[in-house]
């Protein structure tokens, strides 16, 4: 799959799965991606996503979360370690865009939130 990014450029990826869960009451899914660039190891998942914090609470792009693999081969997603992509500081960094399949109507109000760097 591509994934688009801010300086323009498009960036391979390999869809590794989803993520479903309950956020309230309401049901969401997230997709997660390794991408296809050097230094990237096999093992290297992510979440790239926007919800209803995103340029309000939170950076206008998105967040990224990291899958942590447990030792049972399950994934956990844990928001709390959710983060500011690094073009949130600075314009000169190429970040992923969050796919659209990963823009969630309900607010993430975990992890790192501060949405005025620039």
């Known amino acids: 799959m591509v994934i688009q990014s801010t300086r323009g450029n498009t ?8 993520f479903d869960f309950v956020v309230g009451s309401t049901l969401v899914r997230l997709e997660a991606v390794r991408l296809l660039e050097p230094g990237v190891d096999e093992n290297d998942i992510s ?3 926007r919800d209803a914090t995103s ?5 206008e792009l998105g967040r990224y979360v990291d899958p942590k693999k447990l030792s049972n081969g399950n994934y956990l997603l ?3 370690f959710a983060y ?3 073009c949130s500081v600075s314009d000169h960094y190429n970040c992923p865009i969050p796919p659209k399949t990963n823009v969630l109507a309900v607010a993430i109000r ?5 949405s005025h760097y620039h």
């Open 11 to 18: 960036r391979n990826a390999q869809r590794i799965g989803w």
């Open 110 to 114: 975990a992890g790192e939130m501060d």
């Open 55 to 59: 340029g309000k609470e939170s950076y």
């Open 78 to 80: 844990d928001f709390n």
């Open 47 to 49: 979440v790239f996503f």
């Open 84 to 86: 500011n992509p690094a």
